[in-house]
């Protein structure tokens, strides 16, 4: 079970676009479309932004999309405001029918 | 409004016990897998476990395997977490989270419980 790996850290200018990666395997991500993107904002629970890969929760901006190919999945957020510095996890079911976070990725909105 | 109350955590020593609570409200609750998701200090999310609607369907996480035991009560709308034989690598935030019907993603979580392991 080991985790997703996820960058660091990523920070993009206000109005910009990022993208946050999330790497897995074959025994997670690289077999399911069981993928989901988490925000936390410090002191907050998470809070679910995108389920199946690419489905935004209900209430989530259309400025964040989710997308996988192969054994990566990732996050874009498109024109980017200051609200959306955050910490940012993706998740995904496994073979053994657990579930495995990714380590995390700080957003800096410049 | 789906509301999820997490509660029992604490300081413990090493070695010890405590059993977390959950209580659910606002949505039905006996038909929703639900999870305990714990964050240490500073660090990351880490799944710990989940259980199906009817308890049939357990799973741990390899960490927390043979030492907790997750349950839950659907007459009192209520999950728990058992956790035994516990070190200082337990300690963390621990929330309850439901899972989004299908999908295995979280869409509802609580605000979470401290659990302190030291002597």
């Known amino acids: 079970q080991s985790a997703l790996t996820q960058p660091a850290s990523v920070s993009g200018s206000h109005g910009q676009s990022i993208t946050i990666s999330c790497t897995g395997t074959s025994s997670d991500l690289g077999t399911y479309n069981y993928v989901s993107w988490y925000q936390q904002h410090p002191g907050k629970a998470p809070k679910l932004m995108v389920y199946?890969?690419?489905h935004r929760a209900s209430g989530v901006s259309n400025r964040f999309s989710g997308s996988k190919s192969g054994n990566t999945a990732s996050l874009t957020i498109s024109g980017l405001q200051a609200e959306d510095e955050a910490d940012y996890y993706c998740s995904s079911f496994t073979i053994s029918s657990t579930r495995v976070f990714g380590g995390g990725t700080k957003l800096t909105v410049l | 409004e789906v509301q999820l109350v997490e509660s029992g955590g604490g300081l413990v020593k090493p070695g010890g016990s405590l059993r977390l609570s959950c209580a659910a409200s606002g949505f039905t609750f006996n038909t929703y897998t639900m999870n305990w998701v714990r964050q240490a200090p500073g660090k990351g999310l880490e799944w710990v476990s989940s259980i199906s609607s009817t308890s049939s369907d357990i799973y741990y996480a390899d960490s927390v395997k043979g030492r907790f035991t997750i349950s839950r009560d659907n007459a009192k709308n209520s999950l728990y977490l058992q956790m035994d034989s516990l070190s200082a690598d337990d300690t963390a935030v621990y929330y309850c989270?439901?899972?989004?019907?299908?999908?295995?993603?979280?869409?509802?979580w609580g605000q979470g419980t401290l659990v302190t392991v030291s002597s």
């Open positions: 199946d890969v690419s």
């Open positions: 989270a439901r899972d989004h019907y299908g999908d295995y993603s979280l869409d509802s």
